[in-house]
């Protein structure tokens, strides 16, 4: 009997062993698939959660900068100086030029045109510069005491002459017997008004040297 037990204790403890699994290739291919899958699922969470950051971060950077985009533009228009007049040519004056003008014809018709003939002149000795539109070399025609007409009521592109001693600029100006001097700003040249008929004076000056004139021009609109 006490054979019989001992060979059932035995056996029984041999049952109470816990037996390992055994897992096969199969599965354990799966397994590695799953946790490849897992591993890519998470770094394309992270990349996306980095993405996000990032895009953040640059669309508040590009709020910022447009909210601040006037006070910079501000302070960096002050702290640019004005630019300085670097060229050692001075500008004409009474005593380098002197102004002709002069014309076909005595006389022009209401309603018609005249032309007259503006010359600059250098007669100094040094070389100047003076601005030759009709902005800067004005023409103005006058009846008595009242200012009729001036070239310069509506804005020229500057010409800048570079003058020396002998020069000559010619340039012919036409005047539409219209009178534009009472006008506040340009206006459309249609729109001015015809002078009457009576005697006219014509003479040049510069802008810049008022001093600078011609020979008054006398003439007569009939």
Same mark, same amino acid.
């Given at each position: 009997?006490?054979?019989?037990?001992?060979?059932? &204790?035995?056996?029984?403890?041999?049952?109470?062993?816990?037996?390992?699994?055994?897992?096969?290739? %199969?599965?354990?291919?799966?397994?590695?698939?799953?946790?490849?899958?897992?591993?890519?699922?998470?770094?394309?969470? !992270?990349?996306?959660?980095?993405?996000?950051?990032?895009?953040? /971060?640059?669309?508040?950077?590009?709020?910022?900068?447009?909210?601040?985009?006037?006070? &910079?533009?501000?302070?960096?228009?002050?702290?640019?100086?004005?630019?300085?007049?670097?060229?050692?040519?001075?500008?004409?004056?009474? %005593?380098?030029?002197?102004?002709?003008?002069?014309?076909?014809?005595?006389?022009?018709?209401?309603? /018609?045109?005249?032309?007259?003939?503006?010359?600059?002149?250098?007669?100094?000795?040094?070389?100047?510069?003076?601005?030759?539109?009709?902005?800067?070399?004005? !023409?103005?025609?006058?009846?008595?005491?009242?200012?009729?007409? %001036?070239?310069? &009521?509506?804005?020229?592109?500057?010409?800048?002459?570079?003058?020396?001693?002998?020069?000559?600029?010619?340039?012919?100006?036409?005047?539409?017997?219209?009178?534009?001097?009472? !006008?506040?700003?340009?206006?459309?040249?249609?729109?001015?008004?015809?002078?009457?008929?009576?005697?006219?004076?014509?003479?040049?000056?510069?802008?810049?040297?008022? %001093?600078?004139?011609?020979?008054?021009?006398?003439?007569? &609109?009939?």
């Amino acid at each position: 009997m006490a054979q019989v037990n001992k060979r059932r &204790v035995g056996k029984a403890g041999k049952a109470g062993k816990p037996r390992k699994r055994k897992i096969s290739k %199969k599965q354990q291919a799966i397994y590695r698939r799953r946790r490849i899958v897992v591993g890519v699922a998470l770094l394309l969470v !992270l990349a996306l959660i980095s993405f996000c950051v990032y895009s953040l /971060g640059r669309g508040i950077g590009a709020i910022n900068t447009a909210i601040h985009h006037d006070e &910079v533009y501000a302070v960096s228009r002050d702290s640019v100086p004005t630019p300085r007049k670097t060229s050692s040519v001075k500008d004409c004056s009474a %005593k380098n030029l002197s102004l002709q003008l002069s014309s076909k014809y005595q006389s022009v018709a209401v309603g /018609g045109s005249m032309e007259f003939t503006a010359t600059i002149v250098h007669e100094g000795t040094d070389s100047c510069l003076v601005d030759g539109s009709d902005e800067g070399r004005v !023409l103005t025609i006058t009846s008595g005491n009242e200012t009729i007409y %001036k070239s310069d &009521v509506c804005p020229a592109d500057s010409r800048m002459l570079l003058m020396a001693k002998g020069d000559k600029d010619v340039q012919q100006i036409t005047w539409n017997a219209d009178a534009n001097a009472t !006008l506040t700003e340009c206006t459309d040249e249609s729109t001015w008004p015809r002078v009457n008929a009576g005697t006219y004076v014509a003479q040049l000056s510069l802008k810049d040297a008022p %001093k600078v004139k011609s020979e008054p021009l006398v003439f007569t &609109v009939q």
